[in-house]
């Protein structure tokens, strides 16, 4: 049987014009069926994207990403529910008007969509001469792009004479020729090697920051979302299974998905330790191995003092620490002394880690 779909709710802006000023993109109970499916591709989708923010949307594939992607730029219509974009619900928009809207909406693709036959300047240049714009205006914009992507010395070169980068950044400036409030970025950066990739999320970053741009970016790389986003949305099967804070979600993931996206091999242990881990002391000398969780609320491994906690015999079994948006995330995985059976998390220094796990317990070899 088919679901019923909530109709949209076309006054949401006035009827609550602070969350209006506030955030960008307001998404409100968004479903999508493709005909001749059973099932939605999305699933009464509830997002807010803030104005000014970069915002990442990650999920495996066929979680739903381009879907709802496509819905924000209304390239595709939704089955129910609403997409609000700068106090417009575009599904309300006539043909003319959405064409006019989607101008102020810029785009990047995977595959960069440029034409051959034109060279990087006329590439920039099209969208703006499609739209009628003066020869004049259109070369002063196109002059100021090539400065901004970095491709002055490349503005007469061809496609083909480009690499992967080169490429994407002139997407990046064609995307921008009509000073954009909104871009939107479909796996931007899956088609670079990594030092490319890191070059264009620093050039989105920037663009980000000068112009204040909101940036809606899809990707099944969360180093693009650590490395780039200030908030992110993880889908699976068409549902926003966690959101919030970049830092919040790497921090203290929530779901199985999220982990697995974050890093396979987070949960794994190495071979030799696993095949002596019990999950009660079996020995009097049994050493407990406990995992201390950064998760950005505030605690900090100091080392002196998790020796004078935990005592001298401690031995460091893995070490993921980092940086995020300026908070320190990740763990530490230490065997301590067999005196401290059995371990008790709840007197444990709260300042020294966010959260303490007991794993188990390693027999002697």
């Known amino acids: 049987m088919n679901q019923p779909y909530p109709a ?3 006054q949401i802006v006035a009827r609550d014009r602070a969350v209006s000023d506030v955030m960008h993109i307001v998404i409100d109970e968004l479903c999508k069926r493709y005909p001749g499916q059973q099932c939605d591709a999305l699933h ?3 997002l807010h994207i803030p104005r000014g923010e970069i915002f990442g949307i990650i999920g495996r594939s066929g979680a739903g990403k381009s879907s709802l992607l496509r819905c ?3 390239l595709e219509t939704p089955t129910g529910g609403s997409v609000v974009v700068d106090g417009v619900d575009i ?3 006539s043909s003319n008007e959405l064409v006019n809207w989607r101008r102020g909406t810029g785009m990047i693709f995977q595959h960069f969509n440029l034409l051959s036959a034109r060279t990087v300047r006329q590439n920039i240049d099209l969208p703006m ?3 009628g714009i003066a020869a004049q205006t259109r070369q002063r914009k196109v002059d100021e792009l090539l400065t901004l992507v970095g491709l002055q010395e490349r503005q007469h070169a061809y496609p083909a004479q480009l690499s992967g980068g080169q490429k994407q950044r002139v997407g990046i400036a064609r995307a921008l020729v009509h000073d954009p409030k909104l871009l939107l970025c479909d796996e931007a950066t899956s088609a670079l090697d990594p030092e490319t990739t890191r070059s264009i999320l620093g050039l989105l970053r920037d663009i980000n920051r000068q112009k204040g741009i909101t940036i809606v970016l899809i990707t099944h790389e969360m180093d693009v979302i650590h490395d780039l986003c200030h908030q992110v949305a993880v889908l699976e099967q068409g549902k926003v299974i966690e959101s919030g804070p970049v830092w919040q979600v790497y921090g203290d993931p929530r779901h199985d998905v999220t982990r697995l996206l974050l890093n396979p091999q987070r949960d794994s242990l190495p071979e030799p330790l696993a095949a002596r881990l019990t999950p009660l002391p079996v020995s009097n000398d049994s050493r407990p191995l406990i995992s201390l969780c950064y998760t950005g609320q505030g605690a ?3 080392l002196a003092q998790l020796s004078a906690a935990l005592g001298d015999e401690l031995t460091l079994v893995q070490s993921s620490l980092e940086w995020v948006q ?3 995330i990740g763990h530490i995985r230490l065997l301590t002394s067999a005196s401290h059976l059995p371990f008790a998390t709840q007197t444990f220094p709260v300042h020294l880690a966010d959260r303490v796990e007991v794993l188990g317990y390693v027999t002697a070899d």
Do not use: C, E, F, T
Request: aromatic fraction near 0%; avoid cysteine.
């Open 8 to 10: 949209p709710r076309k």
């Open 44 to 46: 009464h989708i509830d």
């Open 72 to 74: 924000l730029n209304r």
């Open 91 to 93: 599904a309300s928009l």
């Open 129 to 131: 001469r499609v739209a």
């Open 300 to 302: 900090i491994p100091q």
């Open 326 to 328: 300026g908070r320190q």
